[in-house]
């Protein structure tokens, strides 16, 4: 059975940084494509980064490219989401997802299988 396990989120002022994790089980890490997602009270969730499974390759969303970076390791089955200058506008909860086989990177939520129970993360003016 898979599992992802998000960790890290927390509140923090506007400017400030945080890094997700989101460790992964139940199968084999280094043949999924990762993705960040996140979701704001009274909005569609919101794909945010994606990696291939040799972390060759990144895409992001166009609100946080520059702030953001998505990162992988694979030895300890886990994706990061390091997050710097952060905007009040980034509060949500924040979701890791995981697509396998992993031949592509994609920003639609459909392409995922499977989620972990998301984190929240709420930046303060």
């Known amino acids: 059975q898979v599992q992802l396990v998000e960790s890290g989120g927390g509140l923090v002022q506007a400017g400030g940084s945080l890094r997700l994790s989101c460790a992964a089980s139940g199968r084999t890490f280094s043949s999924a494509a990762m993705g960040w997602f996140r979701q704001a009270p009274g909005k569609e969730r919101e794909f945010v980064a994606a990696i291939t499974k040799n972390g060759g390759v990144t895409y992001y969303v166009d609100s946080v490219k520059g702030r953001f970076t998505i990162s992988r390791d694979n030895a300890k089955n886990t994706v990061y989401l390091q997050m710097n200058s952060l905007k009040p506008e980034d509060t949500a909860v924040y979701y890791c997802?995981?697509?396998?086989?992993?031949?592509?990177?994609?920003?639609?939520?459909?392409?995922?299988?499977?989620w972990g129970q998301g984190t929240q993360v709420s930046v303060s003016s």
């Open positions: 997802a995981a697509n396998w086989p992993g031949t592509y990177i994609s920003r639609a939520a459909t392409a995922y299988d499977n």
